[in-house]
T-cell receptor, first 114, second 110 residues
Framework: KAGVTQTPRYLIKTRGQQVTLSCSPI?????VSWYQQTPGQGLQFLFE???????NKGNFPGRFSGRQFSNSRSEMNVSTLELGDSALYLC?????????????FGQGTRLTVV | GENVEQHPSTLSVQEGDSAVIKCTYS??????FPWYKQELGKRPQLIID?????GEKKDQRIAVTLNKTAKHFSLHITETQPEDSAVYFC?????????FGAGTRLTVKP
């Protein structure tokens, strides 16, 4: 099986712009979770989607949103980018809902806001 | 929601020594505790996990212990090797809502 694929791998955006990141889960996986990784902050949970429905949401502002399609692919959108949004964004997929078993991570999208 | 604290944030050991990383969680309903290893420039990967009905689990040189009463769990790595150098994340899942600790950067010096 192919692993979790995230596109693009690298992205440079300007403050105020918006960005969309994509995550294709492992075939058959219905859960996709998104995390923001910054040095010293670990993996901060953004949200989880399961069967096209948002199950959980972390403590991020409304500028961060996501969705999941019927084929389980997920997108994350950040509007009105701020310098502090620069980070590695990781998605993880699992067969069942998050926290039930192993989550498989993608390689991440490194977003730089200038 | 669940809150996970992880200590230490950095850990340096000599090759062959043991390393211990500790995590505490807040939600007594948490029932699944995985540990992930992230090597430099790579994605996090599961190395071991434990469920709340088990107190200890071992896999070769790594082991995880869980104290439900105290709400803490630990990762133990014995006979450390340079390839164990990485960032380690603990996580706790409550109601299938998984949260991660801030990570521990382990350096194993040859």
């Amino acid at each position: 099986k192919a692993g979790v694929t995230q596109t693009p791998r690298y992205l440079i955006k300007t403050r105020g712009q918006q960005v969309t990141l994509s995550c294709s889960p492992i075939s058959g996986h219905r859960s996709v979770s998104w995390y923001q990784q910054t040095p010293g902050q670990g993996l901060q949970f953004l949200f989880e989607y399961f069967s096209e429905t948002q199950r959980n949401k972390g403590n991020f502002p409304g500028r961060f949103s996501g969705r999941q399609f019927s084929n389980s692919r997920s997108e994350m959108n950040v509007s009105t980018l701020e310098l502090g949004d620069s980070a590695l964004y990781l998605c993880a997929s699992s067969e069942r809902v998050s926290g039930y078993g192993e989550a498989f991570f993608g390689q991440g999208t490194r977003l730089t806001v200038v | 929601g669940e809150n996970v604290e992880q200590h230490p944030s950095t850990l340096s050991v000599q090759e062959g020594d043991s390393a211990v990383i500790k995590c505490t969680y807040s939600d007594s309903a948490s029932n699944y505790f995985p540990w992930y290893k992230q090597e430099l420039g790579k994605r996090p990967q599961l190395i071991i996990d434990i469920r709340s009905n088990v107190g200890e689990k071992k896999d070769q040189r790594i082991a995880v212990t869980l104290n439900k009463t105290a709400k803490h769990f630990s990762l133990h790595i014995t006979e450390t090797q340079p390839e164990d150098s990485a960032v380690y994340f603990c996580a706790a899942s409550s109601n299938n809502d998984m949260r991660f600790g801030a990570g521990t950067r382990l350096t194993v010096k040859p």
